[in-house]
């Protein structure tokens, strides 16, 4: 696939969230039913955000958070399923990588279900020893939890 026409973006206004939920929709099992609200949160919070657009398509994207110094975490790395396998993804997370809010970073993690081998040809490793997660469920604001006592 000749993918010298694509271009990576880096700028948050040029996140579409329609075109994103839709791209999440046929290539992210993890994030088919993200809501246009949460995704809006989600990448007004995160920096970098790069996009990958084959014209007026956006074809992939992925995001980071970080402290700028110690650690990072990159999220959400997806591309079209017609365009995978032609070194986008690689590409996308070089891309990410080299920002300068993620370039300095002691540490950067990344988390995937079946992808292990693609990210450890790009340089990951496995890390068993700070495999947590607590599954955190959103705390009632006061103000509702008043009107549910009311009733």
Same mark, same amino acid.
């Given at each position: 696939?000749?993918?010298?026409?694509?271009?990576?973006?880096?700028?948050?206004?040029?996140?579409?969230?329609?075109?994103?939920?839709?791209?999440?929709?046929?290539?992210?099992?993890?994030?088919?039913?993200?809501?246009?609200?949460?995704?809006?949160?989600?990448?007004?919070?995160?920096?970098?955000?790069?996009?990958?657009?084959?014209?007026?398509?956006?074809?992939?994207?992925?995001?980071?958070?970080?402290?700028?110094?110690?650690?990072? #975490?990159?999220?959400?790395?997806?591309?079209?399923?017609?365009?995978?396998?032609?070194?986008?993804?690689?590409?996308?997370?070089? #891309?990410?990588?080299?920002?300068?809010?993620?370039?300095?970073?002691?540490?950067?993690?990344?988390?995937?279900?079946?992808?292990?081998?693609?990210?450890?040809?790009?340089?990951?490793?496995?890390?068993?020893? #700070?495999?947590?997660?607590?599954?955190?469920?959103?705390?009632?604001?006061?103000?509702?939890?008043?009107?549910?006592?009311? #009733?």
């Amino acid at each position: 696939m000749d993918c010298r026409h694509i271009q990576f973006c880096d700028q948050r206004s040029q996140v579409n969230l329609l075109q994103l939920q839709e791209l999440f929709q046929v290539a992210a099992f993890w994030a088919r039913d993200r809501r246009l609200e949460d995704l809006e949160v989600a990448i007004a919070n995160s920096d970098p955000i790069i996009t990958v657009w084959d014209k007026a398509r956006m074809i992939g994207f992925a995001r980071a958070t970080s402290d700028g110094i110690y650690r990072a #975490t990159i999220w959400d790395v997806v591309i079209h399923p017609d365009y995978q396998g032609a070194g986008l993804g690689r590409k996308l997370v070089q #891309t990410v990588l080299s920002h300068p809010k993620i370039n300095r970073v002691e540490r950067v993690y990344l988390m995937t279900t079946h992808q292990q081998a693609f990210y450890e040809r790009i340089g990951f490793e496995c890390n068993s020893s #700070t495999t947590l997660v607590l599954v955190n469920t959103p705390i009632e604001s006061p103000r509702s939890a008043l009107a549910a006592e009311a #009733t």
